[in-house]
């Protein structure tokens, strides 16, 4: 009986861990830059119905923030930060972004496309 135990919890204690892990691998991460109050790239692509990592690192020296009321996103960046944004899963579409403080330069948007 009490290796039964054992084992069940060395089984359980593996899929937390190992499981886990395999979910956060496959999140895809997608690299945004703002400089000089523009974001690079302005236009990314992903998959329709995934969940997807912005990773945005703001290299001006003031802060910005990333809004889009499409996503239902806002986060102010620091200057000199970096931020990470989850969105989706997003049905086709297209979906702008700006930058609420420099919003005449700091464009983007997210295109979903099916795979």
Known sequence: MKNRLRKIKIVALSLVLFGSHAAFAATPVIKIKIQDHLFFPEIIEIPAYTKVKLLINNLDPTAEEFESYELN??????????AIIFIGPLPPGEYPF??????????GKVVVVEQ
């Open 98 to 107: 700006f930058g609420e403080f420099y919003p005449k330069t700091a464009q």
């Open 73 to 82: 996103r806002e986060k102010i960046i620091s200057g000199n930060r970096k």
